[in-house]
């Protein structure tokens, strides 16, 4: 079983601009929540941001340059910032890949971004997971990687990556997806004849 956080309790998780900006963000959403933090999508005065609550009184906002653009491909790298809940002008900037951030090197990537948070957060009971991928091409010869055992939060910011650049980048398309909430995701992507399947997995499986 997993230690997926909750959704959050509220009455917007039917509007239809926070499903959106709610699925269009997961790839964000979907580690913060292995880290165990309950995240929302805040829309309030046309600006969006992914809030994360640290259940200490503090909160992550996750933004772009300003705020998230409504189309998450026009995101030019994050910007990370932890506040005071009740008091937002108290915070620290622990991330900002931005452009002419200090880590704009990382551009959009999201394994720094949570590596950061790993060490910036501090560490919570939250499973150690590993990603790892099998690829077998089609006359049968097969591989296996995997990324080593990491936090849960960066080990999912992976497993996210890594589906990207299958897709996006290496001509992949996904055929499969386990995507039951209590269960460790699980892909299988093709392409010319070529199989990948990308599993999450606890480190003590």
Known sequence: MTTLAAL????RLNDPLWQRLFHGYQHVITPLRYGGWVT??????G??????????????????????????AE?????????????????????DSTPNGPQAHHGTSLV???SRLDLAVGHRRTPRLIVSATHTAPYGAS???N?????????????EEWSYRLTDHE????????????VYPLALFESAGHITILRLTRSDD
């Open 8 to 11: 959050p309790d509220h009455n």
């Open 40 to 45: 929302d999508i805040e829309t309030g005065g």
């Open 47 to 72: 600006e969006f941001h992914v809030r994360a609550d640290l259940a200490d009184g503090t909160e992550l906002i996750i933004a772009s340059e300003h705020s998230l653009p409504a189309d998450p």
């Open 75 to 95: 995101v030019t790298g994050w910007s990370v910032v932890r506040q005071r809940a009740d008091s937002p002008d108290c915070h620290t900037v622990l991330y």
């Open 112 to 114: 720094p971004l949570f």
């Open 143 to 145: 591989h296996n990687s």
């Open 147 to 159: 990324a080593g055992i990491e936090g849960a939060a960066v080990a999912a910011a992976r497993f």
């Open 171 to 182: 001509g992949y398309r996904r055929v499969w997806q386990r995507s039951e909430p209590d």
